[in-house]
C-alpha cells in the first residue's frame, strides 16, 4: 500500500464517520462546521517518526481551513479545487490542489462520487466557478435551502420591508377605514338632509298647490262672473240691438212713406209744371242786352243766361217802360242808368213792335 493510498483511506474513514454522525442526529454538513476532514490526517497516525520527519509521503501540507467573508471576493483559481465551501454562508473556493485530470481534491472528488452515487446532482455548494445554487444539490430532492447571508440580508430587508409595508398597508387601512366611516357617516347625513329638504320640499309643493287652487278657484269664479257679465252686456245689447233695429226699421217706413208722400207731391208739382209749361210755352221770349242774346221769364220777369238758365238780371217797367237791371252793373252809376234808358228805351221800341 503506498502512501497516497493509505491516506486517502484515512480520508475515507473520517468522511464515513462525519457522514454516519450527520445521518444518526438528522444533521446538515453545515451543522458540524468545525469538525470537517483536517487538512492533515497524518497527526492521527499513533506511530512514532522518524527524529526530523515533517510528513509522510511526499505531499505538501494544505493550509488549515479559515472562514473569512472576503475569500469569497477572490477570483476563481483553477489551479485548486473548484469545490465551493460554505464558508460561514458567504462561499469560497477550497484551498486544496486538485487532483491530476480532475476538477477536484481528493476530499471533495469522494465527496463528490457519493453524492452521485445516492442520486444527488453535485456537491451541496455546487462549484466556485458555476453559479451558486440556491438549494442543496447532494440532496436528490433539493429542499434544503441554503441560507447564503446575502439572502438572509435579502430576507431580512424583504421582511424589514414586508412589515414596513404591513405597517403601511394597516395604516392606509385604518385611514380607509375612517375615510369609509367618515364618508358613510357624510351620506347617512346628507340621506338624513336630503330627506329633510324632500320633506320640506313636499311641504312647500303642497302649500303651493293649495294656492294654486285656492287660485284657480277665484279665477274660476272671476272667469263665471265675468262670462254672466258679458252674456247679460251681450244680452242687453242684443236688446238694444233689437229696439233700435225695430226703431231704425219703423224710421224707414215712415221715412218711406214720407218719402213716398214727397215724392208724390213734387210729382204732382212737376206735372203741374209740365202741364204749365205745356199750356204756356209764351213765358219765355228772347231778347238782346249790350249785343249779348238773354232769355226773359215773364212769369218771374227774370233774365236768365240762353245756356243754363242762370239768373244774371230782372226785367222791371219803369214809366210804363221795360228796362233790363243786369245784377252785375252798378246802379249807382249816373252814366249806367242813362244807358240802361236808352237801352230800354230801344228794347221797349222793339217790345212794342212785337206786340
Known amino acids: 500500500m ?20 450527520a445521518s444518526h442526529l438528522k444533521a446538515e454538513k453545515e451543522d458540524l462546521k468545525g469538525i470537517e476532514v483536517p ?6 497516525d499513533p506511530r512514532p517518526r522518524k527524529e526530523g520527519a515533517t510528513s509522510r509521503g511526499e505531499k505538501k501540507p494544505t493550509p488549515k481551513w479559515v472562514d473569512d467573508p472576503e475569500l469569497a471576493n477572490l477570483p476563481f ?14 462561499g469560497a473556493q477550497c484551498n486544496r490542489e486538485k ?3 480532475e476538477e477536484l481534491c481528493a476530499l471533495h472528488h469522494k465527496n463528490y462520487c457519493r ?21 442543496c444539490l447532494a440532496k436528490p430532492d433539493k429542499e434544503h435551502a441554503h441560507p447564503w447571508n446575502d439572502l438572509k440580508e435579502e430576507k431580512a430587508a424583504k421582511r424589514a420591508s414586508d412589515k414596513a409595508e404591513k405597517a403601511k398597508k394597516a395604516v392606509e387601512d ?25 320633506k320640506e320640499k313636499e311641504k312647500e309643493e303642497k302649500k303651493a298647490a293649495k294656492k294654486a287652487e285656492k287660485k284657480a278657484e277665484e279665477e274660476k269664479k272671476a272667469q263665471e262672473k265675468k262670462k254672466a257679465e258679458e252674456e247679460k252686456k251681450a244680452e242687453e245689447e242684443k236688446k238694444a240691438k233689437e229696439v ?3 226703431k231704425k226699421s219703423e224710421e224707414e217706413k215712415e221715412a218711406n212713406a214720407v218719402e213716398e208722400v214727397a215724392k208724390a207731391a213734387v210729382d204732382e208739382v212737376v206735372k203741374a209744371v209740365e202741364e204749365d209749361l205745356e199750356a204756356d210755352e209764351s213765358n219765355f221770349e228772347e231778347i238782346k242786352h249790350n249785343g249779348f242774346p238773354l232769355k226773359w221769364d215773364k212769369s218771374s ?3 236768365k243766361d240762353i245756356d243754363d238758365d242762370e239768373v244774371v238780371g230782372r226785367r222791371v217797367k219803369i214809366d210804363g217802360e221795360w228796362q233790363n237791371i243786369m245784377d252785375d252793373e252798378d246802379k249807382d252809376d249816373e252814366d249806367g242808368s242813362s244807358s240802361s234808358s236808352s237801352s230800354s228805351s230801344s228794347d221797349s221800341s222793339s217790345e212794342d213792335e212785337d206786340e
Request: hydrophobic share 30%.
Open 77 to 90: 483559481n483553477p489551479e485548486l479545487c473548484n469545490c465551493r465551501k460554505w464558508n460561514g454562508g458567504y
Open 2 to 21: 503506498t502512501i497516497e493510498t493509505h491516506y486517502k483511506s484515512m480520508e475515507t474513514a473520517y468522511q464515513a464517520g462525519l457522514d454516519a454522525m
Open 99 to 101: 487532483l491530476d485530470g
Open 244 to 246: 233700435e233695429e225695430k
Open 39 to 44: 487538512e492533515d490526517l497524518w497527526t492521527f
Open 174 to 198: 385604518k385611514a380607509s377605514k375612517e375615510e369609509a366611516k367618515a364618508l358613510k357617516k357624510a351620506e347617512k347625513e346628507k340621506a338624513k338632509a336630503e330627506k329633510k329638504a324632500l
Open 301 to 303: 220777369n227774370f233774365l
Open 115 to 135: 453524492v452521485i452515487e445516492s442520486g444527488g446532482e453535485d456537491l451541496s455548494h455546487g462549484r466556485f466557478n458555476l453559479p451558486r445554487p440556491t438549494h
